[in-house]
């Protein structure tokens, strides 16, 4: 995704809908390349496309997600890759960050197993043969197609992992961080189980909000990677649980 791609993307994340012929002029360029863009982004599952316009996702589906901060997501996911070695397998979680997490290892690593429990990101790194997707059953919630309940559990039961990456809807504070839906919160606490060490990928805005469901894995957190607006005393806090506050 270039740079235009992203622009588009952070406009329709403000207004929602917009006419390309409005698009076009607040990007300098012509419709005919506006409307290139617009298909890539479609054949992305993004946004859609209605007769002279284009609109955004649901802002409760992955897809529509993406488009808020990407740049900011983006450089969350390039700076955790680093983290990923050749030949591991990891387990990622749903998420806009997760899920430009799993492309990032797709294209810059080899032979990496990853296992999830988003359909989502199954299909996101589909075109790359080098990456191998577990896909992790379950019920299926369709807004974020993620699959959830016991049988998550019992999948995740068959791995045992170094790292485990997680996106998050708050912070509890105490180095605890939060989900909004308690299905995909229990999932989370599930595949943590899997793993030696979870790196939570998140925007510093996150740390303002409080979410609804605890994770209740702040022992197994060793990571955060964000962007380099973390308040200084939340940093602090997390430092003293023993938490790296990982930059880009």
């Known amino acids: ?11 329709l994340g403000a207004e929602g809908r917009m006419e390309v012929a409005e698009l076009a002029r607040r990007l300098g360029v012509s419709q005919v390349t506006v409307r290139k863009d617009l298909d890539e982004l479609q054949e992305w599952g993004v946004i859609y496309r209605e007769h002279g316009a284009a609109v955004l996702r649901s802002p409760d589906d992955v897809r529509g997600r993406l488009a808020r901060h990407y740049e900011e997501k983006l450089a969350i996911a390039q700076r955790a890759v680093e983290m990923v070695d050749d030949g591991s ?5 749903n998420g806009s960050c997760c899920a430009l997490l799993a492309r990032a290892i797709a294209e810059g690593r080899h032979d990496v197993t990853i296992v999830t429990n988003s359909s989502f990101i199954a299909g996101f790194v589909r075109d790359y043969p ?7 059953g379950g019920e299926v919630q369709t807004d974020s ?9 019992v999948c995740a039961r068959n791995f045992h992992v170094g790292l485990m990456f997680i996106g998050t809807d708050g912070y509890q504070g105490g180095g605890d961080f939060a989900n909004s839906d308690l299905m995909r919160a229990q999932a989370v606490r599930d595949m943590s189980a899997q793993a030696d060490r979870v790196v939570v990928l998140t925007e510093s805005e996150k740390f303002a909000q409080r979410g609804v469901i605890s994770l209740g894995i702040g022992t197994k957190i060793a990571a955060v990677v964000t962007d380099g607006r973390v308040p200084d005393d939340v940093r602090d806090e997390l430092f003293g649980q023993g938490v790296e506050v990982v930059t880009p």
């Open 145 to 153: 197609l993620v699959t959830v309940g016991p049988l998550v559990g």
């Open 1 to 11: 995704m270039g740079k235009r791609d992203a622009a588009i993307l952070e406009v």
């Open 89 to 93: 397998t990891v387990i990622i979680e």
């Open 130 to 136: 080098g990456t191998k997707v577990v896909l992790l």
